[in-house]
T-cell receptor, first 110, second 112 residues
Framework: GQQVMQIPQYQHVQEGEDFTTYCNSS?????IQWYKQRPGGHPVFLIQ?????EVKKQKRLTFQFGEAKKNSSLHITATQTTDVGTYFC??????????FGIGTKLQVIP | ETGVTQTPRHLVMGMTNKKSLKCEQH?????MYWYKQSAKKPLELMFV???????ENNSVPSRFSPECPNSSHLFLHLHTLQPEDSALYLC???????????FGPGTRLTVT
């Protein structure tokens, strides 16, 4: 079945450093979605990418969808303590339901 | 965010109890989901409803019984649970099963 792999599972960074998490699918995805879950909270939808090679930015966050629509990345520039949380990618294959990755847990050391 | 609400927020129940979790979405979505989230485990999809019809049951034990009376409401009926069922139970909704999902705050369940 469809699998969405995410690496790394955990990342500790010093405040101000950059951070990147990667998402890889075994199959071509119709779109890729990114979510953030703060500690003690619930996943919150951040953004969706649809087109091959698409890049979108949200302030310090840059999201990229691979040319083959099988991988994606989320890059955070100059992390802040407010970036702490778990970042999930998720994507559907064709008309199938969305499958979530395991998530990357980000810790930011002040 | 109040698009998806869940009640109760916290629940402690014994293994012989019967309880129900409730989810309501105010977004006009057609798909609703139940997820289980345990510590150090990924989000586990339990059930999917699309236009009130169950389209997915991910080998969930029968002690969990979902109910979707209409496209805005979703229930998870619980009976004779085990301590390992203690987790955060999240409800989500989406326009359809390929679109972004909006999660409720979850119910923190503890089975004693």
């Amino acid at each position: 079945g469809q699998q969405v792999m995410q690496i790394p599972q955990y990342q500790h960074v010093q405040e101000g450093e950059d951070f990147t998490t990667y998402c890889n699918s075994s199959t071509t995805l119709s779109n890729i979605q990114w979510y953030k879950q703060r500690p003690g909270g619930h996943p919150v939808f951040l953004i969706q990418l649809v087109k091959s090679g698409e890049v979108k930015k949200q302030k310090r966050l840059t999201f990229q969808f691979g040319e083959a629509k099988k991988n994606s990345s989320l890059h955070i520039t100059a992390t802040q303590t407010t970036d702490v949380g778990t970042y999930f990618c998720a994507g559907p294959k064709g008309y199938q339901k969305v499958t979530f990755g395991i998530g990357t847990k980000l810790q930011v050391i002040p | 965010e109040t698009g998806v609400t869940q009640t109760p927020r916290h629940l402690v129940m014994g293994m012989t109890n019967k309880k129900s979790l409730k989810c309501e979405q105010h977004l006009g979505h057609n798909a609703m989901y139940w997820y289980k989230q345990s510590a150090k485990k990924p989000l586990e999809l339990m059930f999917v409803y699309n236009f009130k019809e169950q389209t997915e049951n991910n080998s969930v034990p029968s002690r969990f019984s979902p109910e979707c009376p209409n496209s805005s409401h979703l229930f998870l009926h619980l009976h004779t649970l085990q301590p390992e069922d203690s987790a955060l139970y999240l409800c989500a909704s989406s326009q359809d099963n390929r679109y972004e999902q909006y999660f409720g705050p979850g119910t923190r369940l503890t089975v004693t």
